[in-house]
């Protein structure tokens, strides 16, 4: 079965995937609920910021500005996540219980999890010939991977960014011309996905690059100029209070200070690297320390998705010619996105300041894309190597939380 080309047929893939994966999914949510409740409020490292943004809004009505009692370091990340958390939140916020309205906030997170994992699944399909072994080995990595699980059960705005860069690329990057709903559609998604952290702009660049090459004057004109007007008033905005448009230069002022690590230090960025993307201890402040065995798990997880990765440009020869250059093509947009995401974060972590991997998670559709690849060859294997392997680091690491002896109280009501 080849990628829809329709509306319908769309919508369609998305009935597939929960389908096929509805069990996997409960299982994602239910996993979600648990570190919900066992994970300290505020343990995960910038939560903090992340909620006093959603209690300024439910406060006051607006976002905070940089500076001003209430604002923090993430002043300057745009409102769409906060808005939504707000929405959850604000039956609770005005019935006296913050504690109530924080954990509201968190379990939207679980939602967007559990959207990103089918999403995701949705680009496994469409990168490789339909498979049901496919489909679920990705939606069960994306569910058992600690570290989104651990950053979308906490307030951060990474989750519902990469949801809707993905989205923006399953919208846009198809081989048929984009009607006109479907330009505004696309356009409107890669502006929200900016719009929720300016990181998902690699998903921006690859798609408009992607339409520049396709030949689609009309669609590149429409996509970029919705997205523009759907995200471009907040940089405005910032120019106009900060003198720039990211607020970068506000948050320095401000006295917050994130010195870069150097290119000396890429033994320590390498391995940071590979923590954020598949161990959160240093997401929980190093309260939990990992031992060998998960590390030397770690280790295989990171190798196999490298070898999946490599795997993923020989599969669309299995396929019929045609199908197997769209897939290819989708394939070539997500290594697009991956590269500017990657190489953006690096060059950001060694020159200017010292940012956590979560920068470049753009690059994680071309992980599970490799995933993908290693489940259509062997799917019994993949499921005993990788999905295996990330189901003991997931119990270890909700089983050490659970069993923190003491973290304070982190965030008070």
């Not at 990595?141 to 600690?146: D, I, Q, R, S, T």
Request: include cysteine; hydrophobic fraction near 60%.
């Amino acid at each position: 079965m080849g990628a829809p080309s329709s509306a319908v047929g769309r919508l369609e893939d998305v009935f597939v995937v929960v389908r096929q994966c509805w069990g996997v999914l409960l299982a994602i949510m239910l996993i979600a609920v648990a570190m919900i409740v066992v994970m300290p409020p505020g343990l995960p490292y910038d939560e903090p910021a992340h909620w006093a943004n959603v209690t300024f809004l439910l406060d006051h009505g607006r976002m905070p500005r940089i500076g001003e009692p209430g604002s923090s370091y993430e002043a300057q990340m745009g409102p769409v996540a906060y808005v939504l958390y707000a929405v959850v939140a604000a039956p609770f916020h005005l019935g006296g219980s913050d504690e109530a309205a924080f954990y509201a906030a968190r379990a939207l997170g679980a939602v967007q999890l559990v959207a990103l994992a089918v999403a995701i699944g949705m680009v496994a399909r469409r990168l490789l010939p339909a498979s049901p072994s496919v489909a679920m080995v990705v939606t069960a990595a994306v569910g058992l991977n600690p570290m989104l699980l651990a950053v979308s059960t906490s307030v951060q705005n990474d989750t519902l960014a990469l949801l809707l860069g993905t989205s923006a690329l399953l919208v846009v990057v198809t081989d048929s011309p984009l009607t006109m709903r479907r330009s505004l559609i696309g356009g409107a998604l890669v502006g929200l996905a900016v719009l929720t952290k300016l990181t998902a702009w690699p998903f921006a660049v690859a798609i408009a690059a992607w339409l520049l090459w396709r030949r689609r004057a009309r669609d590149l004109v429409v996509v970029v100029s919705t997205a523009a007007l759907v995200a471009g008033w907040w940089f405005v905005r910032n120019a106009v209070l900060y003198g720039d448009p990211t607020g970068r230069s506000a948050v320095e002022a401000a006295g917050y200070d994130f010195p870069p690590r150097g290119a000396g230090d890429m033994a320590s960025v390498a391995q940071s690297a590979i923590a954020d993307l598949w161990l959160p201890t240093e997401y929980v402040r190093n309260s939990v320390q990992s031992p060998p065995l998960v590390d030397a798990l770690v280790i295989g997880i990171t190798v196999v998705a490298l070898a999946g990765i490599a795997a993923l440009w020989w599969i669309p020869r299995v396929a019929h010619a045609r199908r197997g250059r769209d897939r290819a093509r989708l394939a070539l947009v997500v290594l697009a996105v991956a590269l500017l995401a990657v190489g953006a974060w690096l060059a950001t972590v060694t020159m200017v300041q010292a940012v956590s991997f979560r920068a470049a998670y753009g690059a994680l559709v071309l992980v599970y894309g490799g995933f993908a690849a290693l489940a259509f060859v062997a799917p019994r294997r993949t499921g005993a190597v990788l999905l295996a392997p990330l189901a003991v680091v997931t119990a270890w690491f909700v089983w050490s939380v659970a069993h923190l002896a003491d973290v304070g109280v982190l965030l008070e009501w």
